[in-house]
């Protein structure tokens, strides 16, 4: 056993299965709160976690501050009575998705790239996200083999890289990922894989051998697009997922989502950069908050996102400098700002 060195109850287990670590994450509020020794705020919870459960893997809570209320780490995870609010402009299908989403799960909006909606779960619950109004099932593109996907690809040639994304992709076993490969073994058109995930940093046991013999065998370039806010959320864990990926032959990029009281800061941004870069990551999208109902207490304002990526500008070499980037419907790219 792993006791954290603040003394906190935090006791990551023993095992590396990363099921059984998925089944074990926190999914009770209050123990989160107790876990952080930060139980006297268990009063200003939301009923019901408002309307979205709270998950974070075990390893994922070891990276927060205790006694921190203001944790970045938690106010990721962590319900607020803020949710509750409704705010004109946040709605619940906020990027147009629900027009989009074709019957199996595949989403194909730019040209040459085909994303498809691998599944539905992840292994964090991000209270910014627009996934909290759509519960959907486990498996969504994934289902019946790929067929239905690989079939509506398998026609368009147009399409060289495909996208898995959810949900996290990951969140799949590999078993069902090498039904995806043998399915794409006959599609000449596909010459790259892209893997959307938030799991190699808030599960890096995924990213175990199996999965690694898998990517590496992929006779396709290879990128993957972890998902981290704050520098706060690497640790050694994480620096070997990454190593391991690059391992692979994977080029990794890394998208941010810009967000009130987490990494709305110009110290927060850069420290982002530099740590990304140290696990072998580039810095790729800095999206502008999706306005999702529930979300709108984490909004920046264009003109202090746009104001704070100037200011990093002048202190990170250019090619640690993200993208500034908005999601709009109907858009033949994120659009940059
Ligand atoms: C964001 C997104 C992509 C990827 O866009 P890039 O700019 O290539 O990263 C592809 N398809 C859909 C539907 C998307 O939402
Ligand atoms: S991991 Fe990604 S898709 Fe899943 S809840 Fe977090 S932001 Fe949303």
Redesign the pocket.
């Known amino acids: 056993m792993i006791t954290a060195s603040s003394g906190a109850r935090i006791t990551p287990s023993v095992t590396s299965d990363w099921r059984q670590l998925w089944r074990e994450a926190v999914t009770d509020s209050r123990e989160l709160l107790d876990l952080l020794a930060l139980g006297h705020l268990a009063g200003r919870l939301p009923a019901d976690d408002a309307g979205f459960a709270l998950r974070v893997p075990r390893g994922f809570v070891a990276r927060m501050r205790p006694g921190d209320a203001r944790d970045p780490l938690l106010l990721q995870a962590l319900p607020q009575l803020a949710e509750l609010e409704q705010t004109p402009g946040f709605v619940t299908d906020a990027?147009g998705d629900l027009a989009?989403r074709e019957a199996q799960g595949v989403?194909?909006?730019?040209q040459g790239?085909?994303?498809l909606i691998a599944s539905g779960s992840c292994a964090i619950n991000c209270r910014y996200c627009f996934r909290r109004h759509f519960p959907y099932g486990d498996e969504m593109a994934a289902a019946n083999q790929w067929q239905e996907a690989l079939e509506h690809v398998s026609h368009d040639k147009s399409i060289n890289e495909l996208?898995l994304?959810g949900g996290d992709p990951l969140s799949l076993a590999t078993s069902k990922l090498e039904e995806l490969s043998r399915g794409l073994a006959g599609l000449r058109h596909i010459t790259r894989l892209r893997i959307h995930t938030r799991l190699p940093v808030v599960l890096p046991e995924r990213i175990d051998a199996p999965f690694l013999e898998w990517l590496h065998a992929l006779p396709l370039q290879k990128v993957v697009?972890l998902h981290a806010n704050h520098a706060n959320e690497f640790d050694s864990t994480v620096d070997a997922a990454c190593a391991g990926l690059r391992e692979a032959g994977a080029t990794l990029l890394n998208q941010s989502v810009l967000l009130r009281g987490i990494n709305d800061n110009a110290d927060a941004l850069v420290a982002l950069s530099e740590r990304l870069f140290a696990a072998g990551v580039l810095p790729?999208?800095l999206h502008q908050l999706d306005r999702v109902q529930g979300a709108a207490h984490f909004e920046v304002t264009d003109e202090q996102a746009q104001a704070l990526v100037e200011t990093i500008r002048t202190r990170l070499p250019g090619y640690l400098v993200p993208k500034l980037v908005r999601?709009v419907e109907g858009d033949p790219?994120?659009r940059p700002m």
């Open positions: 990027v989009s989403l194909h909006k730019y790239r085909a994303l996208i994304s697009v790729y999208y999601e790219s994120k």
